[in-house]
Nanobody, 122 residues
C-alpha cells in the first residue's frame, strides 16, 4: 500500500556532513507530519526531527543548529541535512510518515522506512 524508501546513509568522519532522503509512495490521500528517528545500539529509538505538512519543524536538542529537516509536499519527500556530525550521531536512522489513506481519510496511519545506517568515525 504505502512505502517509505530511504537513502543517503553511510560512513563519514566527525565534522562531516550527510544528507538523508525519504520518499513516500503508494495509495496516499495525504501525508501529515514526516520525521526522522534514530536508534543507536542498546538505546531506545528517539525522535531526531520532524516537520508538519505546514512546515513547522521540531528538533531534539542535541541536533539543533546542526541538522535541518525539509520536505516537498508535492513529492511526499523529506530530507535531513546533517552537518557537523559527531560520534554520538551514529545510529540507524528511520523515516516516519503519518499517512491518510483514501479509504480512511479520518484516521492517520504511521508508516516507517527500513532504516539507513549512519556511522560517524573519529
Amino acid at each position: 500500500q504505502v512505502q517509505l524508501v530511504e537513502s543517503g546513509g553511510g560512513l563519514v568522519q566527525a565534522g562531516g556532513s550527510l544528507r538523508l532522503s525519504c520518499a513516500a509512495s503508494g495509495n496516499i490521500f495525504k501525508v501529515n507530519a514526516m520525521g526522522w528517528y534514530r536508534q543507536a545500539p542498546g538505546k531506545q529509538r528517539e525522535l531526531v526531527a520532524e516537520v508538519t505538512s505546514g512546515g513547522t519543524t521540531n528538533y531534539v536538542d542535541s541536533v539543533k543548529g546542526r541538522f535541518t529537516i525539509s520536505r516537498d509536499n508535492a513529492k511526499n519527500t523529506v530530507n535531513l541535512q546533517m552537518n557537523s556530525l559527531k560520534l554520538e550521531d551514529t545510529a540507524v536512522y528511520y523515516c516516519k510518515a503519518g499517512v491518510l489513506l483514501p479509504q480512511f481519510t479520518r484516521f492517520e496511519f504511521p508508516y516507517w522506512g527500513q532504516g539507513t545506517q549512519v556511522t560517524v568515525s573519529s
